[in-house]
């Protein structure tokens, strides 16, 4: 569409100049309900004033330093990030498959520091996805993504969810970590079974191989818990996180208990830009506001207001809709029709939403969004799939 940009997106010709709370105004003035927040990264919405003044106000003050220096910003964050997870340390990004290329560097040393290199292969899960690098990809294990890209980087294993037959005969004293995410994002909103989920804690705790968390959708309040982890009895070593923290500037971060990062010392893993002083100083502040009194609070609620809302919408049109997947505010709409279309049809009545696999619309509204602005998206929607219908 546009001759200078690599064409590797299949881009809609809309083009956004302002944004405020939940909504997005086009170049032609008109406004959209924005729930797909930039997949899942606006979590407070748009131009959230005290996201807009931490930014400003650091703006003024110094931008970079490297991390040859100490940044303050950074050492309060991940203090707040610690304090309230599972996590002793944290190493900061700039997206989230850094803070997935962290984690799986990290547990690779962890056991190269503990006497047994060989011990570097990681296991993931059918329906992952983990971010575009060359490691990335691998974990994700996706054709789609790996096709034309050379020999996928060596030592990714995937099992499917669910399969303790494949677990059981895992070569486990070759194997570095398990990387699941919690629900899975991209693959189709699919939440992994807690028992599951527990099953993988038994046997790492059994072998030695560490838990890997990528919670980089579905962290930082988006299932109603500050991570989704909190949603079960266990907690992983290692844990991705991107997105939300950042409430739309570029911030990751890898997350670890101590044992685990044992082999991450002076020198072994690094990043020019990641955790600069604007990127801090936008965490803290998203952070002011999702560790408010009451606020994952309202996330559940709201959630659980839309998610009736939504299961309403799914019997009165059961030839668009097939189920109601996701957790929280990280909602999946099964449908019977195809789901790209879908989406295009939604936005033609100025709602935004986002594809995923398993023909799956994805909802990901910010985490601030009101019950009359589910009520509006529920009249899009309604009129999305009567479109469909007398398309059909
Ligand atoms: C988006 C996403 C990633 C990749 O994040 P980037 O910032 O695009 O690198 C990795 N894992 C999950 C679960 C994601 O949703």
């Known amino acids: 569409m546009f001759p200078y940009l690599l ?97 799986v560097k990290m547990a690779r040393r962890h056991h190269f520091v503990n006497g047994a290199p060989e011990r570097f292969r990681i296991v993931s899960f059918e329906g992952a996805f983990h971010g575009r690098t060359l490691a990335g990809i691998a974990a994700g294990g996706q054709a789609k993504y790996l096709e034309g890209f050379g020999p996928k980087v060596e030592g990714f294993d995937q099992i499917a969810v669910g399969d303790m037959a494949a677990l059981k005969a895992l070569d486990t004293a070759q194997t570095a970590a398990l990387l699941i995410e919690p629900v899975q994002g991209e693959g189709g909103l699919r939440t ?20 890997i968390f990528d919670e980089v959708q579905t962290g930082v309040g988006r299932t109603g818990k500050l991570f989704a982890y909190e949603w079960t009895d266990i907690t992983p070593d290692i844990m991705a996180i991107a997105k939300g923290i950042g409430g739309g500037f570029p911030v990751g971060a890898c997350l670890a208990k101590a044992e685990a990062a044992d082999g991450m010392t002076a020198g072994v893993h690094g990043s020019t830009f990641a955790g600069n002083p604007l990127a801090m100083a936008v965490g803290n502040a998203v952070l002011d506001i999702v560790l408010e009194d009451g606020f994952l609070e ?15 919408l799914i019997e009165t049109h059961p030839k668009v809709f097939a189920e109601l997947r996701g957790e929280g505010l990280m909602i999946g709409l099964k449908l019977k029709l195809p ?49 469909m219908e007398s398309q059909a």
Request: charged residues 20%; contains cysteine.
């Open 339 to 387: 789901n790209t279309e879908f989406v295009a049809t939604l936005r033609r009545h100025h709602m935004l939403s986002v594809g995923a696999g398993d023909n799956v619309v994805r909802l990901l509204p910010p985490l601030t969004i009101t019950e009359e602005q589910v009520r509006e998206a529920i009249a899009a929607l309604e009129a999305a799939a009567s479109d």
């Open 7 to 103: 064409p590797t997106y299949s881009r809609a010709d809309l083009a956004f100049v302002r944004g405020e709370g939940p909504y997005l105004f086009a170049e032609d003035g008109s406004r959209y309900l924005d729930f797909a927040a930039g997949i899942a990264v606006n979590a407070l919405g748009h131009a959230h004033p005290h996201l807009v003044a931490a930014l400003c106000d650091q703006a003024g003050k110094l931008w970079h330093t490297s991390n040859l220096y100490r940044v303050p910003g950074q050492e309060k964050l991940a203090r707040r990030l610690v304090e309230n997870s599972f996590a002793d340390t944290v190493f900061f990004t700039n997206s989230g498959v850094e803070a997935i290329e962290c984690s």
């Open 192 to 211: 992994v079974p807690a028992e599951f989920l527990r099953h993988l804690r038994r046997l790492c705790d059994d072998t030695g191989m560490l838990l």
């Open 298 to 312: 309202h996330v559940r609620s709201i959630a659980s207001y839309t998610r009736q809302q939504l299961a309403g």
